[in-house]
């Protein structure tokens, strides 16, 4: 029992970077610490002797090294961009195109000449001047 080593507190740098690893987890962990007061710190923090708390408050941006950073903005890009395209085919699709036969600008162009057709059908509708007779009065 003589060879027992007491284990050393955990050095959250050293963690921090593990976390700063997945782009993910360093999203949730920052956003907490930004969230994070004073008070907080005092309040939840129990150090082991000598330890300093975490970087806190809304600086701790500027703990983080810039290939992380990078590496977030990149994952926020693809997701939105994921986004963008599902949204894309669900309109092709309600549109009846097939997905990715016209470019972005096309597509809201098509949208764009079918909502003012519609729009016109719906005046001329509304204004009694529709081409064609009423279905309603045939005998």
């Known amino acids: 029992m003589s060879d027992h080593v007491q284990l050393q507190p955990p050095d959250y740098h050293r963690c921090l970077d593990t976390v700063f690893q997945s782009p993910v987890a360093c999203r949730a962990l920052l956003q907490r610490l930004a969230e994070m ?17 975490p970087p806190y408050g809304p600086r701790v941006w500027d703990h983080v090294p810039a ?11 693809d997701s939105v961009r994921e986004s963008a395209n599902h949204q894309y085919r669900e309109l092709a699709a309600a549109l ?36 064609g007779p009423d279905p309603r009065d045939r005998p």
């Not at 007061?37 to 002797?49: K, V, Y």
């Not at 195109?97 to 001329?124: A, G």
């Open 96 to 131: 009846e195109i097939p997905p990715m036969q016209y470019s972005y600008v096309e597509l809201s162009h098509c949208l764009r000449t079918l909502l003012d057709q519609q729009r016109q059908r719906i005046s001329e509708l509304e204004a009694g001047t529709a081409a």
């Open 67 to 77: 290939a992380v950073q990078l590496a977030m903005l990149q994952a926020d890009y």
């Open 37 to 53: 007061t004073e008070g907080d710190i005092r309040a939840r923090w129990s150090p082991w002797m000598g330890q300093q708390p």
